[in-house]
């Protein structure tokens, strides 16, 4: 049974994601978040779109939105700008969280 639920995730998945196994406050924490994004998508207040090579992406305040995006990535925010997060809790490839107006994501 094992090697068919890692047979599927190696088909979903590139061959870099590692598999974790969470603890119960991660997974409580994830689904937070999961919520909090569902939530704010419900009531419109997340917003997404593409001119050229950047990406602009809009939500509340502290709601993280996925943005699945090339290795060297960088994000500016009001503040700066910096590499875009990736992966699984900060390893390549994850959620940006956008200030209250907006991130922008280009290569």
């Known amino acids: 049974m094992l090697d068919g639920v890692l047979a599927e995730y190696r088909a979903l998945f590139a061959d870099n994601t590692p598999v974790e196994n969470l603890g119960q406050k991660a997974v409580g924490t994830g689904l937070q978040r ?3 994004r569902q939530q704010a998508v419900a009531d419109n207040r997340v ?3 593409r001119i050229g090579n950047t990406v602009t992406v809009s939500a509340p305040s502290g709601v ?14 009001l503040l700066g700008a910096g590499p875009l997060r990736h992966g699984l809790r900060g390893q390549p490839l994850g959620p940006g969280r956008p200030p209250a107006s907006c991130g922008r994501h280009s290569p």
């Open 34 to 36: 999961r919520a909090a």
């Open 47 to 49: 917003t997404a779109y």
């Open 64 to 77: 993280e939105i996925p943005v699945p995006a090339p290795q060297g990535t960088r994000q500016q925010l």
